[in-house]
């Protein structure tokens, strides 16, 4: 008797493990296989992980598979061992890492969405067929339903609909071979419809040469780690491109992931007009059936490179060779939402450990994680000191807010500023002005009583918006701006703090004839409206783009020579070990939209910190600065890359409960007495209420990840059996932000 190891495809702490099930000798299974089988008394969907001769099952206690899904293995041992691997890191049931390998629309769609069923033998054989089965009375109603439609095929999902069949009824007709089952290919290809112009390959600099010679030799030898520190304009694309042409000639396939808000049309563009239909790309806007369909290309082999966002590291290539990692020091990388709380960087380094293929992060702001790693020799640093054809990185000039004040001008725009802005636009050129959002509200309050208008929900400031509504940006909840105030009654209540309308509405009152366009979360929301504003403004149809973070990454628009940071260290004093790494990278990245055309380009920052390490390394382009520093106060105060840090977070209705519980945490993890972990005692969440609910962190940290790790489930389980429904936990390794 042979056994197969069945991981059940249902979502619970309770069920993730392996159970046996006895194989029937007339079924071959393997690995990778999905099988319906018996649990608990209902039909579910499992995943076969592996097949043995033994079980150590009291063999009375045994089921039998019901049947198997698959005739061939649908996920790779390489595959399992990254779930696998994925569970260890992120504390996930081996379902969840397995969900994001084989998402289940994908999975129900191999099955269905584009399956097309015809007849496959003549209609008098059908007929014998009717005639002496008649027993079978839903293949029957299958058959019947294909003779009334005639010659055309008919999509799975509507014969089944129509005659109240299942996939199974399908199978077995297919198997006496009278109906045919197959895939159509709709190509549901979103960008295929927009006009690519062709690019060829560039001649290199002399340092882009060097830097692809090394990772070259990575691909000869299907191996390699490799960190591009590159200045922003230095031209790194350009070795992504040649790499993956490189790659393709071996015939390999290649993964670029970039994060959401660079994944611009430019960025298609670049990788599409090199390699045409060769290409996919998979980002969060696409729609269930596109998303699908790109997926499905790429299983079929149809592409040879994957363009897209953290989920892309786990398009489903049967023969990686390169992952690149594009902007390697973007937060988004790390899912932070919703389980398995996975970070895309991580899982393409094991996913080219395990498959031979090469690794490739670049930034021109390398985190500071990877870049201590390379420092240490686990990452193959490569340096790409100079922009493209010498261009001059851009001037940076500092302006001290304070003193603006001082001197008398309360305008969000300092005289320097002002003065260039004028000045760029006289010469018909093209400005930037960035807003960084983070941490930043334009909040309401009453001038007499310092009443602050927040959601009832959250607790948060109410943002305002230029239609005369306050809203929550995290639940949605939104009013009318009160004539009074709500507190005093007096006819005093004000909006402070700056948002993107409120700029766009002061450069219009400075300069009424230029163009101005926005871009933000509010005038993106629509599909496809960043590429408007994107082409439009490349186009040079606007004189100033006015925007967020949204406009920090990638762009490349030679028009423009100004970039205006308006606000340059709102996120400096986050209560945050990182607070100074983002902010140097935050302004290097805006910096670096400047000066990509003919003339020098000019950067201005207003800020309030003028002397802080992160705001002068980012004028002075001075990115081993900055690392010194920050790393030698990462080291004194054992934070990341010296230690792991994690956060349990608890939440629920009652503020005092979810306060009891949490204290109740800290005591259970307190008495394993672990010498090697740090324990935080439960602080009020820096969001304490968020959607009417109370929140409470619990923050651990160690130098020992192992142990981290085994404290973080051993605690979990427990408090989990001492929990009611009414406070949810969960937990965070290797956190990004603390809310
Ligand atoms: N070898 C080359 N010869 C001529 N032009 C080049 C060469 N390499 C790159 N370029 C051009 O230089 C510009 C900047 O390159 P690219 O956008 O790749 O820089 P980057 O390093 O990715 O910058 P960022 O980090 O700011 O995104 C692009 O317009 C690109 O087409
Ligand atoms: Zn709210
Ligand atoms: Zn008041």
Same mark, same amino acid.
């Given at each position: ?105 994908? !999975? +129900? ?6 399956? =097309?069923? &015809? ?6 054989? *059908? #007929?014998? /067929? ?118 393709? !000639? +071996? ?6 992931? =970039?994060? &959401? ?6 960025? *298609? #563009?670049? /990788? ?118 010498? !261009? +001059? ?19 969000? /725009? ?246 009891e519980k949490s204290m109740l945490l800290y005591d259970i993890i307190e008495t394993y007495n672990e010498p090697d972990i740090q324990v935080f005692k439960p602080m009020p969440a820096m969001l304490h209420k968020l959607r009417d609910k109370y929140r409470w962190n619990i923050v651990l940290k160690s130098k ?23 406070v949810l936990i969960s937990y965070d390794i290797n956190y990004i932000t603390l809310i």
């Amino acid at each position: 008797m042979r056994y197969a190891e069945v991981i059940i495809d249902i979502n619970s702490s309770n069920v993730d493990k392996i159970y046996d099930y006895a194989v029937p000798d007339d079924i071959d299974v393997k690995p990778g296989i999905r099988v319906v089988v018996d649990f608990n008394k209902r039909l579910v969907e499992g995943f076969i992980v592996g097949v043995k001769e033994k079980s150590d099952v009291d063999s009375s206690r045994i089921k039998s598979i019901m049947r198997i899904i698959d005739s061939k293995p649908v996920l790779t041992e390489k595959q399992l061992v990254l779930a696998y691997w994925m569970k260890e890191r992120y504390l996930c049931h081996l379902v969840e890492a397995l969900r994001c390998i084989m998402p289940v629309d994908v !999975k +129900k769609s191999m099955e269905m969405a584009h399956m =097309v069923v &015809e007849l496959k033998v003549s209609i008098a054989e *059908i #007929e014998q /067929f009717i005639f002496s089965n008649k027993k079978n009375t839903r293949q029957i109603a299958v058959l019947k339903e294909l003779l009334n439609r005639g010659d055309n095929p008919v999509k799975a999902s509507e014969l089944i609909k129509a005659t109240g069949s299942d996939y199974g009824v399908l199978k077995r007709l297919k198997e006496k071979g009278l109906i045919d089952v197959y895939y159509i290919d709709t190509e549901k290809n979103p960008y295929s419809s927009c006009n690519y112009g062709r690019t060829e390959r560039l001649e290199l600099t002399a340092e882009q040469r060097k830097a692809l010679d090394e990772i070259k030799k990575g691909m000869d030898a299907s191996k390699g780690k490799y960190l591009i520190h590159g200045v922003t304009g230095s031209g790194k694309t350009e070795i992504f491109l040649q790499a993956i042409e490189y790659n393709i !000639k +071996k015939g390999k396939d290649a993964i670029v992931l =970039v994060p &959401e808000i660079s994944l611009t049309p430019q960025t *298609i #563009e670049r /990788f599409k007009g090199r390699f045409g239909d060769n290409v996919a790309v998979l980002h969060s806007r696409l729609s269930d059936g596109e998303r699908i369909d790109q997926w499905k290309r790429i299983m079929d082999g149809k592409v040879k490179v994957v363009v897209g966002v953290r989920s892309a590291v786990f398009a489903p290539f049967k023969n990686l060779g390169l992952v690149i990692v594009d902007e390697e020091h973007e937060s988004t990388y790390k899912q932070s939402d919703m389980r398995p709380k996975y970070d895309a960087r991580e899982v393409a380094e094991r996913r080219c450990e395990l498959e031979g293929a090469v690794l490739v992060l670049a930034s021109a702001t390398p985190s500071i994680l990877n870049y201590y790693r390379a420092v240490e020799g686990h990452l193959n640093l490569l340096r790409l000191k100079k922009r493209v054809n010498n !261009k +001059k990185l851009p001037y940076v000039h500092i302006v001290d807010m304070r003193q603006e004040l001082m001197s008398g001008n309360r305008s969000i /725009f300092s005289k320097e500023l002002y003065d260039e802005m004028k000045n760029t636009l006289a010469r018909k050129e093209q400005l930037i002005l960035f807003l960084n959002r983070r941490g930043f509200y334009t909040f309401v309050s009453c001038r007499l009583c310092g009443y602050v208008m927040k959601c009832p929900h959250c607790n948060i400031s109410l943002t305002f918006h230029a239609d005369g509504t306050l809203q929550c940006h995290y639940c949605g909840y939104s009013i009318y701006m009160p004539k009074s105030c709500p507190a005093c009654g007096q006819n005093s209540i004000r909006y402070f703090g700056m948002g993107t309308e409120r700029v766009e509405k002061e450069v219009k009152a400075l300069f009424p004839d230029a163009r101005i366009l926005r871009m933000d979360v509010d005038t993106t929301r629509k599909k496809g409206s960043f590429e408007k504003i994107y082409t439009a403004f490349k186009n040079r149809e606007a004189d100033i783009l006015i925007g967020t973070q949204m406009i920090s990454k990638g762009l490349d628009f030679p028009g423009v020579s100004l970039v205006g940071i308006i606000t340059a260290d709102t996120a400096l004093n986050f209560p945050e070990y990182n607070a100074s790494e983002r902010t140097f990278q935050l302004i290097t990245q805006v910096a670096g939209r400047a000066g990509r055309g003919n003339r020098q380009g000019k950067v201005i920052i207003q800020t309030y910190y003028p002397d802080h390490y992160a705001i002068l390394c980012a004028k002075n382009h001075d990115y081993e600065g900055f690392y010194r520093r920050e790393i030698t106060f990462r080291e004194k105060s054992d934070y990341p890359p010296f230690s792991e840090l994690a956060v349990f977070t608890l939440s629920g209705f009652d503020d005092k409960i979810v306060k009891e519980k949490s204290m109740l945490l800290y005591d259970i993890i307190e008495t394993y007495n672990e010498p090697d972990i740090q324990v935080f005692k439960p602080m009020p969440a820096m969001l304490h209420k968020l959607r009417d609910k109370y929140r409470w962190n619990i923050v651990l940290k160690s130098k020992n990840g192992d142990i981290l790790r085994y404290t973080i489930n051993r605690s979990y389980d427990k408090i989990k059996s001492m929990l009611d429904k009414d406070v949810l936990i969960s937990y965070d390794i290797n956190y990004i932000t603390l809310i």
